[in-house]
């Protein structure tokens, strides 16, 4: 039994227990909250006991194991590190950090202390990512990849009437890019590694975080073409072109319909269904990592967690996205 600590009370954290419930090895044993009383509301919600309202003071109980850590983009690597340090595995929300050299710092805390890192992204742990995978022998050799996450922030209502919530905030590392884009890139790096070069526009608001964006990345041989935004909509699927046919992604977020169009007009559908909630999958993989004594997953590895977050700052830093966490 896993015994897990979580940081953050907001629907991310239901979302994670509700589908880490799911598991056997899964038992949550304390809740930290900035606030005492959210955290209490947070743990009499989900019927446990233990609240802290400083992460130091958690990192140290004995009372957890691993810690779900889904605070505020821009606290991730000060929280996990401070987890790590303490000897708490730590399985830490998409985007793992703010920037490449706090996912660096991250890596080194938890090869030094021998325990568990991982992201949780959801995505390539589905069994319709594992379809995608398993699909790519039979369009030959690949052209390009189509990733496309759009989707208009409720937020950006509130944020057009002048009322800026955290969502479109640069001090919580927030943003388009690091929100939904992330969906996109990381797949991408898990299937065909590091891009040579990368290419990037976007729409900047003026709290500071991009709107939406595009992205083109080379590789050897093929290209790879991302579009995301958080202030429109977007209904097209996601694409993996081959020169014998095309894999039709329903969402590259959460792919569940996963399709071949093959070029001689046949379609076949090669989709893998969930058994469980989304989240039930990245929460399998890290448990299974404990138990076995691995340091770090084969599928979110350090490596390409790494990949994607050097992506996202060369990103950045091309359609001027600037956070705080930048400047340290």
């Not at 509301?41 to 691993?66: L, P, R």
């Amino acid at each position: 039994m896993i015994r897990f600590g979580v940081i953050g009370t907001n629907w991310i954290t239901d979302a994670f227990l509700k589908a880490a419930g799911d598991l056997e090895d899964f038992k949550l044993g304390a809740v930290y909250s900035r606030t005492e009383e959210k955290g209490r509301e947070f743990a009499g919600k989900h019927g446990v006991h233990t609240v802290f309202t400083n992460v130091e003071e958690m990192a140290k109980s004995d009372v957890i194991d691993a810690v779900y850590v889904a605070s505020p983009n821009s606290f991730h690597s000060k929280h996990a590190i401070t987890l790590m340090n303490h000897g708490k595995h730590v399985l830490c929300e998409k985007p793992l950090a703010s920037n490449a050299e706090e996912v660096k710092e991250m890596i080194e805390a938890a090869k030094a202390n021998k325990i568990v890192l991982m992201e949780a992204l959801k995505s390539t742990m589905l069994p319709g990512f594992k379809a995608i995978q398993e699909s790519l022998p039979k369009i030959e050799t690949i052209r390009r990849y189509v990733g496309n996450y759009c989707q208009y922030s409720s937020r950006y209502d509130a944020y057009k009437e002048g009322n800026i919530l955290n969502a479109f905030k640069p001090q919580f590392s927030n943003g388009a890019l690091m929100d939904l884009g992330t969906y996109c890139i990381y797949p991408l790096v898990v299937l065909f590694g590091k891009p040579i070069s990368v290419k990037a526009s976007g729409v900047m608001l003026e709290s500071g975080v991009d709107g939406e964006g595009s992205v083109l990345l080379t590789y050897e041989s093929m290209e790879a073409v991302i579009t995301y935004s958080k202030i429109t909509d977007s209904f097209l699927p996601s694409e993996i072109q081959g020169e014998k046919g095309s894999i039709i992604i329903d969402r590259i977020h959460t792919p569940e319909k996963v399709e071949i169009r093959h070029r001689d007009g046949s379609v076949e559908d090669v989709s893998q269904t969930a058994q469980h909630e989304p989240m039930y999958y990245e929460a399998k993989e890290f448990i299974s990592l404990i138990k076995q004594g691995k340091l770090e997953s084969d599928i979110n590895s350090h490596e390409n967690s790494l990949t994607v977050m050097e992506i996202m700052d060369e990103v950045r830093s091309q359609i001027g996205v600037v956070y705080p966490s930048d400047r340290k």
